[in-house]
């Protein structure tokens, strides 16, 4: 009975116009799926079911706006002209769809002339001065900068958002700005669109760099274009076929995605050169049907048991609670497939096509020194020989560093800081670090509060006395703190009413669209907080001691207060994102373990591989460690990632080896095996780190430390198959007496 792969070089070889055609069709569907991929800049907070996940939900869908800011800077923003300008352009931002709310210090001032922007600057002078410096310190920080707070409707998404963002920058022109004066929207919308736009000519450009420095390594590598050029095609119709997918079904390009797409293209130019390679040799000795037929069933099956493996890796990355950590394994595998199909597919078919003929080996006079890739065999050979002789004391080392790496990466800090990731000369982030310098934090801390009668008298007090206590506790963090309670004290002349009827009349009076954004049907509320800007380490503490004092000073009997908002939002992704590495990590181990314990039916075969596979996973840690760099969304799938890229390499090469042994006994077998495929290993891995660098020029921080971790990362992979692995397969294949085991 024919194998699976007997049975494709079958259909290939006997219907090669038929598999062209397939080809063909599938570039097509891929080009116009590509044309559908979104874009998508949020970081989304971890899927959980826990209750404080529960009540980040129930706050995000009822309260949260996420609100868009008007910065208005001038010379004197308290200037009457300046007021005219912009309180009329606030009635026009109130008139569009989609906007909640829109408040400045302005129509505080309003409320005192009677709806009516005085004429006079003495007149104005003096109605400010009746505003509490407090309430001035949160919209107006000093003389040369204003703040208009826009609410869009509760619920909206960020896309949406983005949307009408966009509609309210083109209203700019309508705002008729003094001479002087500038008008800029700021704020999370504001930024995210920035971000999308940012990494949309991003993504371009670094796929374009990956493929130069790609190409410049084959050719460097392989000394002839025409022989890069089936590599690239092969690679090229491999992520098309990725990016058509991802149109179909509608999965975003992000910041996530975006770093899954050099992996591929390096992967994709690993699988086409491990096929391309091997065709190239056997065509040496065979017919050109034969090679294909070797190529085909040795090579396309021992790049598909390491695809798998690599799969496994990705699909670890499935149990995290990030949804971004979740569309990069999917990213990954997805492309893995397109690439490897399009490998098997186009290697051999091109070489049908064009009768093809093996690379020209330049035949050395007497005297001459040996082309590169003979001396590159004798020197991988020589090193294998070494590594054998001296298996022990060099495992041991490589195990030493391997072990302390793995004990070192839990002490690298997290940093889930959306900021930092950004451009620093982003004009969304400059216009939003201009906003928190002046006046704190633009998103703050809520606590959310639910159960009973929220505007009853002692639930009011308790809002109105624990919230201020926490303000003077927490006086170099908070800045202010706003609430249904402070509403109603402010009302009511700074008085609370000790009535249930005092309330409900003042309650009446407040406006609608001023009482939303705290009290929702009388049953849900929130305390939010002012906040000055700090760090998220800063963050975590200040809402864990929050809680502490909600539950020393508990709300009354039936109610409950829960701390929520964008700092449990950080909290809880550096908590997932902490927590979701390690088990990624262990998954992708065990998956692989198992897979190669059945594939190759024997312990000890399978741990050929895997030991090398964690010793590089410790070395990577270890790496991190030592350069100061930080997990992140992206760097956070190092382990699992490591784990599927470091599986090829070394199952690749364990496969060549297994073949040897054959015919040869075990250190033959290393020695010839490495030999023969650590060459091409070798050119995939610096065709694919070029692939990878191409990552550290991204205009991104998060981009470019995601690149020079996976070039490390790669470098330790090649280290790992060419030593590593010829090390512990030394040791492990040979019996007590130092003879070949049994196949």
């Known amino acids: 009975m024919l194998s699976p792969f007997e049975k494709i070089n079958q259909f290939i070889t006997k219907y090669p116009f038929v598999i062209g055609c397939i080809l063909i069709v599938m570039i097509l569907i891929g080009i116009y799926g590509a044309t559908g991929v979104s874009m998508n800049t949020t970081i989304q907070t971890p899927d959980k079911t826990d209750h404080a996940s529960y009540v980040y939900q129930d706050y995000r869908d009822n309260f949260q706006t996420n609100s868009i800011v008007l910065m208005v800077q001038a010379s004197d923003v308290r200037d009457v002209d300046v007021m005219k300008c912009v309180t009329a352009f606030e009635e026009i931002l109130r008139q569009q769809n989609g906007v909640e709310n829109v408040e400045s210090i302005y129509d505080l001032i309003l409320s005192y002339s009677g709806g009516v922007v005085p004429e006079n600057q003495a007149v104005l002078d003096e109605l400010f001065s009746k505003i509490p410096e407090s309430v001035l310190a949160k919209s107006m920080p000093n003389n040369q900068l204003l703040l208009v707070k826009i609410d869009p409707t509760i619920g909206m998404t960020d896309e949406n958002q983005q949307i009408l963002l966009d509609t309210l920058a083109n209203l700019l022109p309508l705002a008729n700005a003094p001479p002087g004066v500038t008008l800029t929207f ?23 760099s990956a493929f130069l420095l790609m190409i410049t390594a084959l050719v460097l590598l392989f000394h002839h274009a025409r022989y890069t050029l089936l590599s690239i095609v092969s690679v090229v119709t491999g992520l098309l076929m990725t990016f058509g997918i991802m149109g179909l079904f509608q999965i975003p390009l992000s910041m996530a995605t975006m770093g899954a797409l050099p992996i591929l293209l390096g992967i994709g130019i690993d699988y086409a050169i491990q096929f391309h390679s091997r065709l190239d040799d056997e065509i040496r000795e065979h017919p050109l049907a034969e090679a294909i037929r070797i190529t085909i069933t040795k090579t396309g099956s021992a790049v598909f048991f390491a695809m798998i493996a690599s799969a496994l890796g990705f699909v670890a990355m499935q149990v995290s609670t990030l949804p971004d950590i979740r569309q990069f394994g999917a990213v990954a595998i997805l492309g893995l497939v397109c690439c490897y199909v399009a490998a098997i597919l186009i290697i051999p078919l091109a070489a049908i096509l064009t009768d093809y003929k093996p690379r020209p080996v330049k035949t050395p006079k007497p005297g001459d020194r040996q082309p590169l890739s003979v001396r590159y065999n004798a020197f991988l050979k020589k090193t294998a020989l070494s590594v054998t002789k001296y298996a022990v004391p060099i495992l041991l080392i490589l195990c030493v560093i391997g072990v302390t790496g793995l004990f070192v990466d839990e002490e690298i800090p997290i940093n889930t800081e959306i900021k930092s990731y950004v451009p620093v000369d982003m004009p969304a982030l400059i216009s939003i670090n201009t906003v928190t310098n002046a006046i704190g934090d ?39 703190v706003e609430s249904v309670a402070t509403l109603i004290v402010s009302a009511n002349n700074g008085v609370l009413p000790e009535s249930q009827e005092e309330i409900n009349r003042i309650l009446a009076e407040i406006p609608a669209e001023t009482l939303r954004p705290y009290l929702l049907d009388g049953q849900w509320a929130v305390i939010s907080f002012g906040m000055n800007s700090m760090s998220l380490e800063a963050e975590r503490s200040l809402a864990e ?50 897979f190669l314990s059945v594939l190759y039916r024997s312990l000890g075969k399978a741990a050929v591989p895997l030991i090398p596979i964690v010793l590089i996973i410790g070395w990577n840690g270890a790496a991190m460690y030592l350069l100061g760099i930080e997990y992140n969304i992206l760097t956070a799938t190092m382990g699992a990632m490591t784990i599927g890229v470091a599986a090829e390499y070394c199952i690749m090469m364990v496969e060549r080896i297994y073949e040897e042994m054959e ?81």
Not at 186 to 207: E, F, I, N, Q, W
Not at 457 to 476: A, C, F, I, K, R
Not at 567 to 581: F, R
């Open 663 to 743: 015919t040869q006994d075990v250190l033959t077998a290393v020695l010839a095996g490495t030999g023969k495929i650590g060459a091409a290993i070798s050119v995939s891995a610096c065709a694919t780190m070029a692939a990878f660098s191409a990552l550290i020029v991204s205009d991104f921080p998060i981009i470019r430390v995601f690149g020079f971790v996976t070039v490390i990362a790669m470098a330790f992979t090649l280290f790992g198959a060419v030593v590593a692995v010829p090390a512990v397969a030394s040791l492990v294949l040979r019996d007590k007496k130092g003879t070949t085991p049994a196949l």
């Open 545 to 594: 001691q929050v809680s502490r004092d909600i539950a020393f000073y508990q709300p009354p009997p039936g109610v409950e207060a829960v701390v929520t908002g964008t700092p449990y939002s950080d909290v809880e992704l550096m908590k997932e994102m902490n927590t979701g590495k390690l088990q990624m990590t262990i998954l992708a181990f065990a998956a692989i373990f198992v």
């Open 442 to 480: 633009l998103d703050g801390l809520q606590v959310e509060v639910t159960g009973g009668n929220l505007v009853s008298p002692d639930v009011l007090n308790w809002m109105y006395t624990w919230g201020n206590n926490e303000l003077e506790s927490h006086e170099w963090q908070f800045t202010s």
């Open 186 to 208: 700021t704020g999370t919308a504001a930024l995210h669109k920035d971000m999308g736009a940012s990494l949309g000519s991003d993504v371009g450009r670094l796929l374009g």
